[in-house]
Every structure is written in structure tokens, then in C-alpha cells.
């Protein structure tokens, strides 16, 4: 008998994320250094500022949310409220009419993976934070948090223009402990990509884009999702983080990936990309080739149409997320990242108390040769 299907928990920023700017705190209210800052003073900030208080809000709750994979029989026991049903022993059950559920020696060491969306797309803020930016420090933290523990992390950067040194779409950071880990991941992200001049400012300073970013190679996540997929032998926590904004075909992928790892969807949105404010004439710019267009924003039924169309493309990737099995956490730019990483603990609790297992569409799955 198969498996209920697995419904995906999904954990969004309060108001949907929609937050102007002037509604949200500063970059360091949110718990960020400017994005000029150095890979030291951002993680050195984030612990100040962001891990400290998260240390006390957790108070012990560790082992309730990173538990390695079980690896030999201890015990029986009796089933208690909120026990994994996984872990039910159906014949003891059976034979002492009481649910009984085994209790493994777990591995304690956990290996946690970050698949980061490097694309244009995320130089857009429309307020004082980009995407980029948000998704720096939301990866920062929650590697230091990890890795405070004892457990590995590693990275697969995607640039979909190929990385400045390498050429590769794909780098790859082998998974290792330590404070050092994450400052190496850190120093990864801020090497600039083709056709950039360091962090995108935010809209007040924004300079105009170097012709060179029209024509460059679109993004495909599922490029980024592929390649994990034959990266990853182990079963992990799984980070893809990203805004989403890709060429189809990346579901499939992420659906298969789903069904070997624990897999965390971070969109990452910004609420310009929801919503268009009444601006007047705006200049509006395709984060991936580079096209512009002339739009008037004081027009009612263009913000109407704007809206509309960003709602079904809301309703559609939120259907693809929760078709292949991801939980998501959204992510806005106004969000305060303490907050954030709160609701990913409320996630991974909600997760712990949920029946897991999902079916893949059969259209999805890899053919298997015959």
C-alpha cells in the first residue's frame, strides 16, 4: 500500500510579504551587515545580533530539530503522543495489542547541503535589502547555527553566466565543520559574477546595468537540481535557496531530490514583484537579459493586470512546490532574519510531528532501462 501523500509545510513572512520600505526596520534592525561588508564582519554581526538571541529563544530544544538518520535497534517502548510513526513496530503491536515504536542509537552527526541560486534576478530590492543580500545572511546564520553543533555543511553555488575564475555554472564547497565553513562559503558567494561590479545597492543608488548583462544564458534551476541530485549519496537537509525565477523543468527535479533528502524550499521575494506601488512613470528591467520597458504605475487597471498575473504565478509555483514534496519557507526583503529563522524552527517542529513520505507524478520520475 503506498504511502500517504506528503503535504508540504509551508512557513510565509507575516502580511504575505508585502512590506514597503518604511514598514520594515533597517538592514540592521533585520540583524544584517551592509552588503559591502566583509565575510568575517557579517558572520561576526549575525552571531552577535541574530545566534545569541536565538540560543535563548531554543533553550535546549537542539535535539528536537537536527536528529541523525537511526542506525542500530536500542529498545521498545510504548508509543507517546507526537512519536514518529515511522518507528511503529507493527509485529510487537500486533502481538501485545499496545502500539510499541523502536528506539534507534542515532547519529548525531548531520550533513546539511545549501543549493544557492547565484542569478541576476537577485540584485532586485526594492526597498533597503536585495534578494541577495537576504539570502547571504539567512544562509550565514543558519550554517554558523549548524555548524555550532558539530554538524557539516556544503554548498553548490549556481551561476548560470559561469563563475568568474572557473567557468563552471556549478561550484562546488565540500562539506566541513566550523567557524571556518562558513566563512569559506561566504567568500564563494561574494566573488563577483560576470558583468557585476560588486553587490547590487539598493534602488536609491542604483546604477544603470552594464550592457553586457543583455543576451546572457537564462537561469535553470533545474541544472543546479541535477547536479545535486548525482552530488548528494547520502540522505541530508537539503537548502534550495533561491526566488525561483527560472526556465520550467525544475519541479521534476526538485521532486526527485525530495524523495532521497529532507528538502527546504527558501524563496526568496521581494514585494515589488507581488504588487507595483503607485510610482508614477518607472523604468522596469529584466534581472535576466537586461530588457527594459517604460511602464506607468499610476495607471489602475495596469497595477490591477500586474497583480493578477503575479497571483497565478503565485498559485502555480506554489502547486509545483507542494507537488514535489518541498516544504517552503518565503522569505521578503523586509523580513527581520531573527524572525525568519524562527519560523524555520516552527517549520522543522511542524515537520516532526507530520506523517512524511510523498508520491512523485509518474510523468516526473526517472525511467528506469529496462
Known sequence: ???????????????????????????????????????????????????????????????????????????????????????????????????????????????????????????????????RALSEGFVAALARLLTRHGNRVGAVLYHPAGHPVTGRRETVLAPG???????????????????????????????????????????????????????????????????????PGWAAALGRLALRHEVLAVRLVDPAELALPDLGLLTVEDAETGEQLLVDTQDAGFRQRFEALATAHEAELRAQLGAAGADVLELATGDDLLASLLRYVALRRQRARATLGHRLPAAWRTPVAA
Do not use: C
Not at 552571531?47 to 538571541?53: D, F, M
Not at 535497534?73 to 509485529?91: G, K, M, P, S, T
Not at 566550523?178 to 566573488?191: E, F, P, T
Not at 534602488?203 to 541535477?226: E, K, Q, V, W, Y
Open 177 to 247: 565543520t566550523g567557524r571556518n565553513q562558513v566563512l569559506q562559503l561566504l567568500a564563494q558567494w561574494q566573488a563577483p559574477a560576470p558583468g557585476r561590479a560588486g553587490a547590487a545597492p539598493g534602488p536609491a543608488s542604483a546604477p544603470a546595468r552594464p550592457a553586457a548583462a543583455a543576451g546572457r544564458p537564462p537561469t535553470r534551476l533545474a541544472d543546479l537540481l541535477g547536479h545535486a541530485e548525482g552530488l548528494l549519496t547520502r540522505r541530508s537537509l537539503v537548502f534550495v535557496v533561491s526566488d525561483f525565477i527560472s526556465e
Open 1 to 131: 500500500m503506498s504511502p500517504p501523500p506528503k503535504r508540504p509545510a509551508v512557513a510565509s513572512p507575516p502580511g504575505g510579504g508585502r512590506q514597503w520600505p518604511g514598514e520594515a526596520g533597517s538592514t540592521a534592525a533585520a540583524g544584517l551587515a551592509p552588503e559591502s561588508s566583509s565575510p568575517e564582519a557579517l558572520l561576526l554581526q549575525l552571531e552577535w545580533t541574530v545566534l545569541r538571541k536565538l540560543d535563548g529563544l531554543l533553550q535546549g530544544d537542539y535535539r528536537t530539530l537536527w536528529r541523525g538518520a537511526g542506525l542500530d535497534l536500542a529498545d521498545l517502548r510504548e508509543y507517546q503522543h507526537a512519536d514518529d510513526v515511522r518507528h511503529i513496530d507493527w509485529n510487537v503491536t500486533a502481538r501485545l495489542q499496545v502500539p510499541h515504536v523502536r528506539q534507534f542509537t542515532e547519529d548525531r552527526e548531520l550533513t546539511a547541503w545549501f543549493l544557492l541560486d547565484l542569478s541576476d534576478s537577485l540584485d532586485f530590492g526594492s526597498g533597503a535589502r536585495t534578494k
